[in-house]
């Protein structure tokens, strides 16, 4: 905590960013160190409860649907009949939430390495846990690259990776090994959907994403944007990838008729957010 | 200027919000107090040169174009053939850049009542400068509401206004009366743009900007919404208003093929801020 004149502020310093962004809080509800990482909750004066991991801001409760939205629904829109679905991370259930939004998923499993994320979530943000209990619904406190390895090939049809940023325990989630067993898991035309980081901040990253998820072997690419106020540069990435063939638009009808109620995504929204900036286009096209 | 545990850092602190964000700074290069504002420059470690305006943050090297781009091009591939444009504030000098990228231009007046800001620009972001002095170019440093009073009726196709928050200075920029000589100056199928705040952090103050200008006779508005990391929020809008008529459509063909260059905007780009998210409809809706 940073005492910034007045009152008492969470501040997150990203030193790899020179950029800090800073929280007032009327109070700090709990902390607990578990094995993995240390995880703080903090009551802020504006946006709801907070979420902090290792120093790093993680979800709140007022802006986290921007990221819940756009890592599940441009993929379940874009795959023809979503019925099985894997998250790896996503602990505090908010992906989840969103994925059984969709009335073709049969199965979502959600795999997060820390249980306390999953404990401080159903207290502090409940609405997240919402669909905790649909029958549709498992949560496995396991290793999600162990998990990948032992599950069965041509077996799923979208694997979302809802993690940390790629150091301490997430860090095994961003190579090609890792990738290599969830394009094996995938059907053909599965998608893995990877969160990609700052395209502004963190350009290098995202290229090495890119660059990881071809080699193993995913055939075709998108990397969206969307707007993440409280992670660094308030611009945020996710890149799917598709295990053989082209990505050839998305179920533009199904979004368009949205059943389900959402904050940010619809149809507009989606197109919108396959329309790469120039400067990421230049950079994508560097490589 | 904060100490966060190491190095210098500017922090805006946006008491209006509960956020606050920081870039971390090599060193302070110049402050002036204006007449009307003080304005510091700082050398930031990964942003560039930054200015700051009465301790908010109003303009980066790094981060800039979105918005200098995002303020001009939606509105001048949306008017069928801009000729005459008035930029109100703008004295950083970015967005009169951007509008001389349109060859249909044949003059572009920029009034702001502040001369200090563009000194500090020419010396701190002189690529921002680069089209100073093209012919068409009328740089002046007044009182943008007296510039309108007195502007010729019937003279203008395209008003932007690109001025600071409603406090201080800006905050006559921000009313009916204001939007009424701005309706009366263009020329029918004209278009007022004004930049209008996070739509995430001030919702009270865009829907009065969209009251505003409706109340005054604007048949036909239009709010995109764009990145501005170094803004509250990180993401930032404005509000395109038409005198007579629908906005239909933008002239798509000559967004696609660009004949100058832009870090962010394109036509799908452009399509993309056009479409509003969900919570922003609702809100909009209420009213």
Redesign the interface.
């Known amino acids: 905590m940073?005492n910034?004149?007045q009152g008492m502020?969470f501040?997150e310093?990203s030193e790899r960013?020179?950029?800090?962004?800073?929280?007032?809080i009327n109070k700090k509800l709990e902390v607990k160190q578990s094995p993995f990482q240390k995880v703080e909750m903090f009551e802020?004066?504006?946006?709801g409860n907070l979420m902090v991991i290792d120093g790093c801001t993680m979800v709140s409760t007022?802006?986290n649907?921007f990221y819940h939205e756009m890592i599940s629904h441009p993929a379940l829109f874009t795959h023809e009949n979503p019925k099985n679905i894997v998250i790896i991370g996503g602990g505090d259930c908010g992906t989840l939430r969103e994925v059984l939004k969709h009335p073709s998923v049969e199965t979502a499993q959600q795999i997060d390495i820390d249980q306390v994320v999953t404990q401080m979530s159903l207290k502090y943000f409940p609405e997240l846990c919402e669909s905790n209990e649909d029958p549709r619904a498992e949560i496995m406190f396991d290793d999600g690259i162990k998990f990948m390895l032992d599950a069965e090939p041509n077996s799923l049809d979208i694997i979302i990776v809802d993690s940390t940023d790629p150091i301490g325990p997430s860090e095994g989630l961003f190579n090609r090994d890792f990738y290599a067993s969830c394009l094996n898991t995938l059907r053909p035309g599965g998608i893995l959907v990877q969160q990609s980081e700052s395209p502004?901040m963190h350009m290098p990253l995202l290229l090495d994403i890119r660059n990881a998820v071809r080699d193993v072997g995913f055939t075709d690419l998108q990397t969206i944007?969307f707007?993440?106020?409280i992670y660094p540069?308030?611009?945020w990435s996710a890149t799917l990838a598709r295990k053989e063939g082209n990505f050839i638009g998305f179920r533009h009808e199904d979004a368009a008729n949205l059943k389900f109620n959402?904050?940010?995504?619809?149809?507009?929204?989606h197109?919108?957010?396959?329309?790469?900036?120039?400067?990421m286009?230049r950079a994508f096209n560097k490589r």
């Open positions: 940073t910034l004149e502020w501040t310093i960013d020179g950029s800090a962004f800073s929280l007032r802020t004066t504006d946006f007022r802006d649907f502004l944007t707007p993440q106020p540069s308030g611009l959402t904050e940010y995504y619809n149809v507009g929204i197109l919108g957010a396959l329309s790469t900036p120039n400067f286009k």
